[in-house]
C-alpha cells in the first residue's frame, strides 16, 4: 500500500486521519518521550522504547573492563559469603567442644578435690595412729614414710 495516494473511494480527510494514526509518522509519535509520559496503554510503546534507548546507552557506556569486574566482585561476594558461613560451623562445632572440654574439666576438678580430701583424711588418720602407737608403746618401731609423704607426716 502507497501511503502518498489514498484508495479509491476513501475522502481525503478520512485518508489523513488514518495517516496521522495509522501511518508510518503516527507509529513514530508512539515511541516519543511525549508518548511515554502518557498513562497505562497509551504511553505502553514509549516508554518500552525509552527503557530500551536507556538500557542501549547503558551497554554502550558501560565498558567490557567494568563488567568483567563486576563479575569478579560478585564470584568474591559469593566465595566470601561460604566463607563466613564455613567460619559459623566451625564456630557451633568449637562451642560445642569447648562445652565438652569444660564439662570434662569440671569432671576431673570433682574427681581431684575428693581424692585430695581422701588423701588428707588419710594422712590425718595416719598421724592419729602414730600418736597413739607412740603414747601406748613408745619404744615400738615404727616404719619411715615413704619419701612422697615424708613431709606430710
Do not use: C
Amino acid at each position: 500500500m502507497d501511503w502518498d495516494t489514498p484508495p479509491a473511494g476513501v475522502p481525503w480527510p478520512v485518508w489523513l486521519v488514518l495517516m496521522l494514526i495509522g501511518g508510518p509518522a503516527g507509529l513514530s509519535l508512539l515511541f516519543t518521550k511525549t508518548a511515554a509520559a502518557l498513562p497505562g496503554a497509551l504511553g505502553a510503546a514509549g516508554r518500552w522504547w525509552q527503557a530500551r534507548r536507556v538500557r542501549q546507552l547503558a551497554e554502550l557506556t558501560d565498558p567490557p573492563s567494568a563488567r568483567i569486574d563486576d563479575a569478579e566482585i560478585a564470584r568474591l561476594t559469593r566465595r566470601y559469603e561460604g566463607l563466613a558461613a564455613d567460619a559459623e560451623r566451625d564456630r557451633e562445632q568449637h562451642r560445642t567442644q569447648i562445652a565438652e572440654v569444660r564439662a570434662e574439666v569440671a569432671e576431673l576438678k570433682a574427681s581431684l578435690t575428693l581424692a585430695n580430701q581422701r588423701m588428707w583424711a588419710a594422712v590425718g588418720y595416719i598421724r592419729v595412729l602414730v600418736d597413739a602407737i607412740r603414747r601406748l608403746d613408745p619404744d615400738h618401731p615404727i616404719p619411715d614414710p615413704p619419701d612422697k609423704l615424708r613431709d606430710l607426716i
